[in-house]
């Protein structure tokens, strides 16, 4: 079983920057695929981004397409996901989240292991 810990969270100013980490720790990410998700207070959990296991392949929810970037570094056992010009509409608690396959798909559904999550609060 593996675990998350998602990191980098805080409050920010509308049109600021943060970066998160999910880390892992009981295994290697390599062979995992990795989400980050979000989730608001009364709205359901969302895909913000996902990655690949090999890192080539990449999703981004059309909110935040040119705004956030997800990245990974296997040899840190750690997956980013950099988020710019934020907006109070990103403001939520984030997830990652992580799956054994070769494909990708960003649900939530799809994901059997779940880090604690990290609050975002964009707010001037």
């Known amino acids: 079983q593996v675990q998350l810990v998602e990191s980098g969270g805080g409050l920010v100013q509308p049109g600021g920057s943060l970066r998160l980490s999910c880390a892992a720790s009981g295994v290697t990410l390599d062979y995992y695929a990795i989400g980050w998700f979000r989730q608001a207070p009364g709205k359901e959990r969302e895909g913000v981004s996902c990655?690949?296991?090999?890192?080539?392949?990449?999703t981004y929810a059309d909110s935040v397409k040119g705004r956030f970037t997800i990245s990974r570094d296997n040899a840190k056992n750690t997956v980013y996901l950099q988020m710019n010009s934020l907006k109070p509409e990103d403001t939520a608690v984030y997830y990652c989240a992580a799956r054994i396959r070769r494909d990708l798909i960003c649900s939530p559904s799809w994901y059997d292991n779940w880090g604690q999550g990290t609050q975002v609060t964009v707010s001037s």
């Open positions: 990655i690949s296991r090999s890192g080539s392949t990449t």
